[in-house]
């Protein structure tokens, strides 16, 4: 594994319980400025998942000898 997919893999369980307590807050206390803040943290977390999937196909063509 690379630093990068090692890194992502670490940050994703904080990343996913950080959304989740927005979502419960947006859930209790729905306000524009939150579903805009969550909005904008779900698009991180979309735009750092396809990251790690582009990471993980780079490694796995390097160990294939691609």
Do not use: W, Y
């Not at 670490?10 to 909005?39: H, I, N």
Request: glycine share 8%.
């Amino acid at each position: 594994m690379s630093d990068v997919t090692d890194h992502i893999r670490k940050v994703l369980p904080d990343a996913g319980d950080g959304l989740a307590a927005q979502m419960a807050e947006l859930a209790r206390d729905a306000t524009p400025v939150r579903c805009e803040l969550l909005a904008m943290n779900l698009e991180g977390a979309r735009r750092t998942v396809l990251r790690l999937g582009e990471e993980l196909r780079r490694e796995e063509q390097r160990t294939n000898g691609q």
